[in-house]
T-cell receptor, first 111, second 112 residues
Framework: QKEVEQNSGPLSVPEGAIASLNCTYS??????FFWYRQYSGKSPELIMS????GDKEDGRFTAQLNKASQYVSLLIRDSQPSDSATYLC???????????FGTGTRLKVLA | GAGVSQSPRYKVAKRGQDVALRCDPI?????LFWYQQALGQGPEFLTY????????KSGLPSDRFFAERPEGSVSTLKIQRTQQEDSAVYLC??????????FGPGTRLLVL
């Protein structure tokens, strides 16, 4: 079992819809969770971080964390074609400082 | 403000050649990380520096890989006797502590 798992996609949603991206992790002691967006040929850019159970909203983005289920998700409201990218989930596992990344989910927003 | 910079952006090397990849972190960032990203995969951790101290090099795939950060700022990742399986994007990230990391543009290495 990989430490951080994501569905590789592609996930296709129509413009204006809500895109839901999911990530599960294996280390129950993990404390810090991050979502990065990566356009093709570019480096990852931070969207959001989340540390506590519940929802955290920033503009069109909402991160959700459920430590009991070892699950973190990212919702993108009013999806735009410019949101088409690969979304990487990163986790800092207990006792370390390095990111463990999932393989990323490719999102396609159809105009 | 200035972000993380890396050079070169692209490098083509012949198998067996040595290469050096440079990373300039954000000014004042204590922590510096190197990752390797293969096509279609998420980045994989290589090594971590806190100031000039290399605290973790557990992700370096072989003894052909070597990293340094002698003055606690600029870092160099060196790969000796490159092999085709070393072809990847090498990402550098810096952080003011050990939490949120900011990535540079990466160096795309192709070994022929």
């Amino acid at each position: 079992q990989k430490e951080v798992e994501q569905n590789s996609g592609p996930l296709s949603v129509p413009e204006g819809a809500i895109a839901s991206l999911n990530c599960t992790y294996s280390d129950r002691g993990s404390q810090s969770f991050f979502w990065y967006r990566q356009y093709s040929g570019k480096s990852p850019e931070l969207i959001m971080s989340i540390y506590s159970n519940g929802d955290k909203e920033d503009g069109r983005f909402t991160a959700q964390l459920n430590k009991a289920s070892q699950y973190v998700s990212l919702l993108i409201r009013d999806s735009q074609p410019s949101d088409s990218a690969t979304y990487l989930c990163a986790v800092i596992t207990s006792g370390t400082y390095k990111y463990i990344f999932g393989t990323g989910t490719r999102l396609k927003v159809l105009a | 403000g200035a972000g993380v910079s890396q050079s070169p952006r692209y490098k083509v090397a012949k198998r067996g050649q040595d290469v050096a990849l440079r990373c300039d972190p954000i000014s004042g960032h204590v922590s510096l990380f190197w990752y390797q990203q293969a096509l279609g995969q998420g980045p994989e951790f290589l090594t971590y520096f806190q100031n000039e101290a290399q605290l973790d090099k557990s992700g370096l795939p072989s003894d052909r890989f070597f990293a340094e950060r002698p003055e606690g700022s600029v870092s160099t990742l060196k790969i000796q006797r490159t092999q085709q399986e070393d072809s990847a994007v090498y990402l550098c990230a810096s952080s003011i502590s050990t939490e949120t990391q900011y990535f540079g543009p990466g160096t795309r290495l192709l070994v022929l």
